[in-house]
């Protein structure tokens, strides 16, 4: 395929990495962002094509899809996520897309008209994947574990730099977290070349499935500190997110029926898909120490010394 392909989020973790790995291809790439800002400008001087406007706005979807044959649909956790997906399959539909790739949640793989969750998210991703399959849409899913960067670190990061300890209401679960840069590169993969994916889902596992105390490991070992996982307990947990004020009550819902489905164990899950698609394994948490957290992983991972990298991931963390 030789059209322009449109990254939805493109302000966001997944988008604006799948447009950098499209680019660094030479693919024709549009990015539509909420609006125009310097995460936008970057995306511009790497030749990304920008159009500014609202997802759940039918005349900017249509306005930001005309000319393009493959879209990836993603957008931050919201209570608007439904519709936004509506509008853009309307939209697609209405322009012929060849392939559109649908982010989703693995939790979706384990839910049904009568096994929901307490997270208005999940609900929604599931009826989306429902709306998305009537629609006839030429549909890729990629189904994501919770996300190593913007989910797992972003919630130890402060009890790490402050205490040394991971504080997390995580029980004795084992999870599997993915970077978001591989999510990226398998959505990146698909739309280069959908053929073959079209009507498959991808379920996305980083490379082990650990006990936070194992994890606690990896982080000791990264950072050359001895950081310990503290198991906290949940509800003043949720309390404290919820009085930092930083969080809407859709999202701290969300994020605390993530916490309660690990203690239950229902992360503990592996696959092989994004070594499946992309030929290349998911970065484990100290890979991405290593490489994720100085600069963003390209096709061809960077390598550094490592006295470097342990020196810059602690100035960060420590
Ligand atoms: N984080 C995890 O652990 C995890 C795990 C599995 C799956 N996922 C899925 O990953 C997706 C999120 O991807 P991500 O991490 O790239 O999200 P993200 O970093 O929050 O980026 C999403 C982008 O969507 C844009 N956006 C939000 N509402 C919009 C609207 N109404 N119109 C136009 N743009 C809008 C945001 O713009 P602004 O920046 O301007 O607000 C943002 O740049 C979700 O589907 C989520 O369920 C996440």
């Not at 989020?9 to 799948?18: E, M, R």
């Not at 991703?125 to 849409?137: D, M, N, P, V, Y």
């Not at 993915?178 to 959505?187: F, K, L, Q, W």
């Not at 509800?235 to 819902?253: C, M, N």
Request: hydrophobic residues 40%; charged residues 20%; aromatic residues 6%.
């Amino acid at each position: 395929m030789t059209g322009t392909i449109l990254v939805t989020g493109g302000g966001g973790a997944v988008g604006s990495a799948v447009c950098e790995f499209l680019a660094e291809r030479g693919c024709k790439v549009r990015a539509m962002v909420r609006q125009k800002d310097a995460r936008s400008e970057k995306l511009a001087a790497r030749g990304v094509e920008i159009a500014a406007g609202d997802l759940c706005d039918l005349h900017a979807a249509h306005r930001a899809m005309e000319g393009c044959d493959r879209v990836y649909f993603g957008m931050s956790v919201s209570p608007a996520y439904l519709e936004a997906t509506v509008n853009m399959a309307a939209v697609a539909k209405h322009h012929q897309i060849k392939a559109f790739v649908n982010i989703s949640q693995m939790t979706v793989s384990q839910m049904g008209i009568t096994s929901t969750t307490d997270s208005p998210q999940q609900k929604m991703h599931w009826l989306a994947e429902q709306a998305l399959g009537w629609s006839g849409l030429p549909v890729v899913t990629v189904r994501p574990t919770a996300f190593l960067n913007t989910f797992f670190l972003r919630l130890s990061m402060q009890s790490v730099r402050q205490h040394r300890q991971i504080r997390l209401p995580f029980g004795t679960g084992k999870i599997s977290p993915v970077a978001s840069d591989d999510v990226a590169r398998v959505i990146a993969t698909v739309l280069e070349a959908p053929e073959g994916h079209v009507g498959r889902i991808y379920e996305l596992t980083g490379p082990r499935s650990q006990s936070m105390t194992e994890i606690a490991e990896e982080f000791s070992e990264a950072l050359d500190e001895t950081i310990t996982y503290v198991d906290v307990p949940f509800e003043p947990w949720r309390k404290a997110l919820a009085d930092s004020g930083a969080l809407s009550p859709h999202v701290l819902t969300h994020l605390a029926t993530m916490a309660l489905l690990i203690q239950e164990n229902r992360y503990d899950r592996l696959t092989s898909d994004v070594e499946r698609v992309t030929g290349s394994p998911a970065l484990d948490l100290t890979g991405w120490f290593w490489t994720g957290l100085i600069e963003r992983v390209s096709w061809d991972r960077r390598s550094r010394t490592c006295g470097e990298v342990r020196r810059r991931a602690r100035s960060r963390w420590c």
